[in-house]
């Protein structure tokens, strides 16, 4: 009872803590933070032949998760106008990528800094990769998905992929509804 009690506390004063630096961010006029997930938000998922590809090549077995597969992040293209987007957001945004690499799959903590140096090499040093994304700073994250810590997340969350936001296209109108 006492620990969870604990537990509980230690979690309201991060959340009191994140929330007064927000507040202060937000007081002094600093540019609004983006978080910007990898897969199937910057990065398209392997095309069923690049998956076979690799299957046959590591010779993994069909139940493996394609996540799982090594250096498949290397092969990885990004989503339809993915880049375009990020740098017209990093215009008048301070963008940070936020992304989970599997705990089973080394090298696809490498991979993942490799595929953001190749296609966004402006952003490399703005890589975090967590799976408590709800820990991180910033004002609003857009991600494909609630776990990992978006549920948690101090900001908005732009839910990638669900109604309205369908795709970069519906994000931009958001985010940059000056371009209209
Ligand atoms: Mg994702």
């Known amino acids: ?11 309201l004063e991060g959340k009191v803590r994140r929330l007064e630096i927000g507040v202060s ?24 032949e690049i998956e076979r590809g690799i299957r046959i090549a590591v010779g993994a077995s069909s139940d493996t998760h394609w996540s799982d597969l090594p250096n498949v992040f290397l092969y990885l293209k990004p989503m339809d106008g993915a880049i375009e987007s990020y740098r017209l957001l990093a215009t008048k ?42 820990d991180l700073i910033g004002d609003c994250i857009i991600d494909d998905r609630k776990k990992n810590g978006v549920e948690s997340f101090m900001g908005r969350h732009i ?15 958001e985010l940059m509804p000056s371009r209209r």
């Open 93 to 134: 945004y301070d963008m940070h990528i936020v992304s989970t690499a599997p705990w089973g799959n080394d090298s696809a903590w490498t991979d993942k800094l490799k595929w953001v140096k190749r296609h966004i090499p402006e952003a490399a040093k703005r890589l975090t990769l967590t799976h408590r994304k709800g």
């Open 25 to 48: 961010r937000f007081v002094r006029g600093q540019e609004m933070t983006i978080l910007v997930d990898l897969d199937g938000v910057l990065v398209a998922p392997p095309t069923p």
């Open 159 to 173: 839910h990638f992929g669900h109604e309205p936001f369908f795709g970069w296209k519906e994000v931009l109108e």
């Open 1 to 11: 009872m006492e620990t969870e009690l604990k537990r509980m506390m230690d979690e």
